[in-house]
């Protein structure tokens, strides 16, 4: 039971970001750094309108109600707040741990902002009434689970069956996109791109277990921050979803087994962080040892796991080219006459922002063209990206002189992995602030 004063977890079972926060949480709680716990609380349409809307100006899930009534909305927001209040056992490697540092950021980012497409495709296209598999059922009956609570079971569904038709048009996605199915065409995700997309996610998961073949977590035999922000895509929309959920188990294995593990629950054969494994002394006592590999701790030495480099070759190769382009776009929008200093800009990454639909779709200004496996789409530019980049970019600056050049030479293993040491000047033209759910423009830093 959560102690006096605890943190309350607002979120969905089902939603993307909800299990990244959650199993950071549970792994902070069981591991002793959360001394008085956390409620999961289920984030039902009354609490959304009259609870964390007027908290923190958003809708989205999760958001983290803290012990002395601070209100924090977004992920990465909700892991620092916690890291600063509660530091051990840490997620973060830190300044004297540069090379997993960085790894753990870009890891993160990654899965949080790439894999998104992958986990919005698999959820969605399975959904579709006729197409075979389809989990569309399933996925009714846990979207009326917050939206119709105190109904029973098929009436839940129906509301939910309702809600896709009206916000999503789920019954003509490809004459009528809307939700969702507009949300994937303006992240780049349409007819010309979908099979690359689909490529990327493979690639991705093919690097992962021969990663979690060796090692049970990012960077050894404890949790990170990377772990964490890969639960997003892969718990709710890749694991518990019914179809890709099914596919995972069947071709990934040891990434379904990373998933209990990480998540912390139902992971008994899965050796999760906190439970040990047994052997027999010669008087048949019990003798314990750290369930997970590398001795149930972080590489040494700032080793970052050779297994996990690929994965972060896919950063390079297919997310940093869109980052570095989307910089450059937004800092060009925000210096031109359409845009006022200091006015709001365009938020979160799911769907064009309301408001700002015709900058972001279509040949908008905050468009950009972009490739992936060969392919050419064009998707929307959202300020989200520099702002989480900003957070890259502090890290970055953390590091001493031994820690960069350590940083350096891993980055020049990489396709134009140099550049991201130029990050904090590269973002100069479009400096981001934060006020609960909402994104806005600062004057832009000189990078003389």
């Known amino acids: 039971m959560p102690g006096p004063g605890h943190y309350r977890h607002y979120s969905w079972e089902h939603s993307y970001f909800s299990g990244k926060t959650r199993s950071y949480l549970r792994y902070k709680q069981r591991m002793g750094g959360l001394e008085t716990g956390f409620e999961d609380v289920l984030a039902t349409q009354d609490l959304i309108m009259g609870l964390l809307i007027p908290r923190s100006g958003s809708n989205t899930v999760p958001q983290l109600e803290a012990p002395d009534g601070t209100w924090i909305q977004d992920t990465a927001e ?23 540092d960085l790894a753990s950021y870009l890891v993160e980012l990654l899965a949080d ?8 495709w698999e959820r969605w296209h399975f959904s579709l009434e006729g197409d075979w598999p389809c989990h569309l059922r399933f996925n009714e009956q846990q979207w009326g689970a917050i939206l119709n609570p105190n109904a029973d079971g098929e009436a839940r569904r129906a509301s939910a069956g309702q809600f896709f038709e009206l916000a999503f048009g789920i019954s003509q996605p490809h004459t ?27 690639r991705i998961l093919k690097r992962l277990e021969e990663h979690f073949s060796v090692h049970d977590f990012t960077l050894g035999g404890l949790p990170a921050l990377g772990d964490f922000g890969l639960m997003a895509p892969l718990y709710a929309h890749l694991f518990r979803d019914a179809v890709p959920g099914g596919a995972l ?15 912390g629950n139902n992971a008994l054969n899965a050796r999760t ?3 040990k494994l ?9 003798v314990p040892r750290p369930a997970t590999s590398d001795g149930g701790a972080w590489l040494d030495a700032d080793k970052v796991p050779a297994t996990l480099l690929p994965l972060l070759a896919i950063f390079f190769e297919e997310m940093w080219p869109v980052l570095r382009d989307s910089i450059r776009t937004l800092s060009a929008y925000i210096a031109s006459d359409a845009h006022v200093a200091g006015a709001e800009l365009p938020g979160k990454t799911f769907t064009a922002s309301p408001g700002f639909e015709h ?11 972009f490739q992936i496996g060969g392919s050419s789409g064009r998707r929307m530019v959202t300020a989200y990206h520099a702002w989480r980049l900003q957070r890259v970019a502090r890290a970055l600056n953390s ?12 980055l020049s293993t990489f396709p134009d992995g140099l550049e991201l040491l130029e990050l904090d000047g590269m973002l100069g033209g479009c400096p981001i602030r934060k006020e609960g759910g909402q994104l806005f423009s600062q004057a832009p830093r000189s990078t003389t």
């Open 359 to 369: 900058l972001q779709t279509g040949e908008g200004a905050l468009t950009q063209d």
């Open 273 to 275: 962080y906190d439970q």
């Open 176 to 202: 009528d996109p809307r939700g969702v199915y507009a949300g994937l065409l303006q992240l780049g995700c349409d007819a010309n791109t979908e099979s690359a997309w689909e490529a990327s996610s493979l």
């Open 113 to 120: 902002e790439w894999m998104v497409v992958h986990g919005f």
């Open 399 to 410: 590091y001493d002189t031994q820690g960069r050049e350590a940083v350096a030479d891993m």
């Open 249 to 263: 188990a069947l071709h990934f294995p040891l990434v379904t087994e990373w998933v209990e593990r990480t998540n």
């Open 78 to 100: 909700i892991i620092d707040f916690c890291e600063s209040a509660h530091p051990s056992p840490p997620v973060l490697p830190g300044p004297s741990r540069p090379r997993q």
């Open 278 to 286: 047994y052997s027999l002394d010669e008087n048949s006592k019990l």
